[in-house]
């Protein structure tokens, strides 16, 4: 069964940093495109960031770019996403999920999703 099980979020102080993790389980993810994704209270679920299955391609929102990279760990089953100078708009569940056709459609490519792991930005 596939499974992607997200981790690191937390509470940090704007102008911070975090480093999410997520690690997959029961696919080969060497052959999706792999993506992290947010989600708000009150708002839709958005793609923050996305890498292709060959790692040659990448999407950033335009929110994030600059700030946050995308990154994966084929050998590991792994997935990261670095987030830096952390600001009041972050704050989210933040998801990881894999897919095809992810950096063209977005949360449409996705076939598998992680629960979700909680990010706040707070003084």
């Known amino acids: 069964q596939e499974q992607l099980v997200e981790s690191g979020g937390g509470l940090v102080q704007p102008g911070g940093s975090l480093r999410l993790s997520c690690a997959t389980s029961?696919?080969?993810?060497?052959?999706?495109?792999l993506g992290w994704f947010r989600q708000a209270p009150g708002k839709e679920r958005e793609a923050v960031a996305c890498?292709?299955?060959?790692?040659?391609?990448?999407y950033y929102s335009e929110s994030v770019k600059g700030r946050f990279t995308i990154t994966r760990d084929n050998a590991k089953s792994m997935i990261y996403l670095e987030m830096n100078s952390l600001n009041p708009e972050d704050p989210a569940v933040y998801y990881c999920?894999?897919?095809?056709?992810?950096?063209?459609?977005?949360?449409?490519?996705?076939?598998?999703w992680g629960q979700g792991t909680q990010v706040t930005v707070s003084s």
């Open positions: 999920g894999a897919g095809h056709g992810v950096l063209t459609w977005l949360n449409r490519g996705v076939l598998y």
């Open positions: 029961g696919f080969n993810m060497g052959y999706y495109d």
């Open positions: 890498i292709s299955s060959n790692e040659r391609n990448t």
